[in-house]
């Protein structure tokens, strides 16, 4: 018996590859003609390693353990203390529905550098939508494996299916188009060239809902967070939405790879030093092995 964490924290996911790449002093920002890079698509061997990852015997179990402590759909989301029965686990029969697609989040990188040199979005792990037999939806994420270089694992589930949902959104704007999120103001937005769209209405009131040019998204983004990136005085008191805090402990009996993951979303939170709500649920439940 082992305790599975399945954590549902809405924000950035992997520091460490990206803790590096962020510019310390704002750099000033061009409005010259400049050819933007591409955010960079996902591979096809990925996205068929990560739909295989969340597709596995043990993950659909754990999506059954997640939809049994959530509760029916239509109920108020309560995540229950107690480890769902069996027959309650076996009961909600998930399964995947849809495609794996690629998750893009705002790239810290974008925030200070020159027009033109850092894509507004990366990617930051793959999503798979699943339904219990109650009509509850859920999201597995996957990532790459921190063990096993080729493979990839499912590290969180996430109630809802917002990932795939906006993704499906973003592609009605057009061949090309991607949806990305800005986790900080909980804001999702399609790209289209250099179009920013909003998606929700977080987004609305972010860019408005003519959306906004990719330049004058970046300035805004560097207005909000320019000032919170490493080596300044709020970065470095690791001040999060104006709380001090330190770094995330796994709890005892996590799952390593979770462990790790849970350490690289709490970091990543501290890149631009501001706070984020959890809006998805999580639950905790003994999976038997």
Same mark, same amino acid.
């Given at each position: 018996?082992r305790t *599975?964490k399945v954590?549902?924290?809405?924000t950035l996911i992997?520091a460490s590859?990206v803790?590096?790449?962020l =510019?310390?002093?704002?750099a000033?920002?061009s409005?010259a003609?400049t050819a933007?890079?591409?955010?960079?698509?996902a591979s096809?061997?990925?996205?068929s390693?990560?739909?295989?990852?969340?597709?596995s015997?043990?993950v659909?179990?754990?999506?059954?353990?997640?939809f049994?402590?959530?509760?029916?759909?239509?109920a108020?989301?309560? =995540? *229950?203390?107690?480890?769902?029965?069996?027959?309650a686990?076996?009961? &909600?029969?998930?399964?995947?529905?849809?495609?794996t #697609?690629?998750v893009?989040y705002? @790239?810290?990188a974008?925030? $200070?550098?020159p027009?033109? $040199?850092a $894509?507004?979005?990366?990617q930051?792990f793959?999503?798979?939508a699943a339904?219990s037999a109650s009509?509850?939806r859920?999201?597995?994420?996957t990532?790459r494996s921190a063990a096993?270089?080729n493979?990839?694992t499912e590290?969180?589930?996430?109630?809802?299916?917002? &990932?795939?949902d906006?993704?499906a959104?973003?592609?009605k704007?057009?061949?090309g188009?991607?949806?990305?999120?800005e986790p900080?103001i909980?804001?999702w937005?399609g790209?289209l060239?250099?179009?920013?769209?909003?998606?929700n209405n977080?987004?609305v009131?972010? #860019?408005g809902?003519?959306?906004?040019?990719?330049?004058?998204?970046?300035?805004?983004? @560097?207005s909000?967070?320019a000032?919170k990136?490493?080596?300044?005085?709020?970065?470095n008191? *690791?001040?999060?939405?104006?709380?001090?805090t330190?770094?995330?402990?796994p709890?005892?009996? $996590?799952?390593? &790879?979770n462990?790790e993951?849970?350490?690289?979303?709490a970091g990543l939170?501290?890149?631009f030093?501001?706070?984020y709500? =959890?809006?998805?649920?999580?639950g905790?439940?003994?999976?038997?092995?």
């Amino acid at each position: 018996m082992r305790t *599975h964490k399945v954590s549902a924290l809405r924000t950035l996911i992997g520091a460490s590859a990206v803790a590096g790449a962020l =510019v310390v002093a704002v750099a000033p920002l061009s409005s010259a003609a400049t050819a933007v890079p591409a955010v960079p698509g996902a591979s096809s061997t990925d996205v068929s390693a990560a739909s295989h990852a969340a597709a596995s015997p043990v993950v659909l179990q754990r999506l059954g353990g997640f939809f049994a402590q959530l509760g029916p759909a239509g109920a108020p989301l309560a =995540v *229950h203390a107690a480890a769902p029965a069996a027959a309650a686990v076996a009961a &909600e029969a998930p399964h995947l529905v849809g495609a794996t #697609v690629p998750v893009y989040y705002l @790239n810290p990188a974008f925030v $200070t550098a020159p027009y033109g $040199t850092a $894509t507004v979005a990366k990617q930051e792990f793959m999503a798979t939508a699943a339904v219990s037999a109650s009509g509850q939806r859920a999201s597995v994420w996957t990532a790459r494996s921190a063990a096993h270089q080729n493979a990839w694992t499912e590290f969180n589930i996430a109630s809802g299916s917002t &990932e795939t949902d906006m993704t499906a959104a973003a592609a009605k704007l057009g061949n090309g188009a991607i949806a990305f999120y800005e986790p900080q103001i909980h804001a999702w937005y399609g790209l289209l060239k250099e179009h920013v769209t909003p998606l929700n209405n977080d987004a609305v009131h972010s #860019v408005g809902s003519a959306g906004i040019s990719l330049l004058g998204y970046q300035r805004l983004v @560097n207005s909000r967070y320019a000032d919170k990136v490493p080596g300044t005085e709020y970065a470095n008191q *690791h001040m999060l939405g104006g709380f001090s805090t330190g770094p995330a402990k796994p709890a005892s009996g $996590t799952h390593n &790879e979770n462990a790790e993951m849970a350490i690289g979303a709490a970091g990543l939170a501290g890149l631009f030093g501001i706070g984020y709500a =959890v809006r998805r649920r999580r639950g905790s439940f003994v999976d038997a092995r």
